[in-house]
């Protein structure tokens, strides 16, 4: 059974830094595209980042563009979401997700099978 679990989520002030973590177990890592998500109180579940099973293509939302980065390990069958220069309508929780096809439809929503419980991110102002 496939299990995603996230960690590294916080409090943090205005401008500081999160990395995020998301451990994969019971599915075949390096065979799915990865993605972040994340859902704010009263907001629909937005794509925030994603990347191909090789690491080779990355896709941000403009709103993070610059400022995150997702990487992964597929040694540790991890994926990753460093988070820089965060504010305050960065809060929500953050989800991570696996793709079955790989590199195809990575921001959209409905083409990921596995999802993450999520880890809460606040930023104060």
């Known amino acids: 059974q496939a299990q995603l679990v996230e960690s590294g989520g916080g409090l943090v002030q205005t401008g500081a830094s999160l990395k995020l973590s998301c451990e994969a177990s019971?599915?075949?890592?390096?065979?799915?595209?990865m993605g972040w998500f994340r859902q704010a109180p009263g907001k629909e579940r937005e794509f925030v980042a994603a990347?191909?099973?090789?690491?080779?293509?990355?896709y941000y939302a403009d709103s993070v563009k610059g400022r995150f980065t997702i990487s992964r390990d597929n040694a540790k069958n991890t994926v990753y979401l460093q988070m820089n220069a965060l504010k305050p309508e960065d809060t929500a929780d953050y989800y991570c997700?696996?793709?079955?096809?790989?590199?195809?439809?990575?921001?959209?929503?409905?083409?990921?099978?596995?999802w993450g419980q999520g880890t809460q991110v606040t930023v104060s102002s």
């Open positions: 997700a696996a793709n079955p096809y790989g590199s195809s439809g990575l921001n959209l929503r409905q083409t990921y099978r596995y």
């Open positions: 019971g599915l075949t890592f390096s065979t799915y595209g």
């Open positions: 990347i191909s099973t090789r690491g080779g293509n990355t």
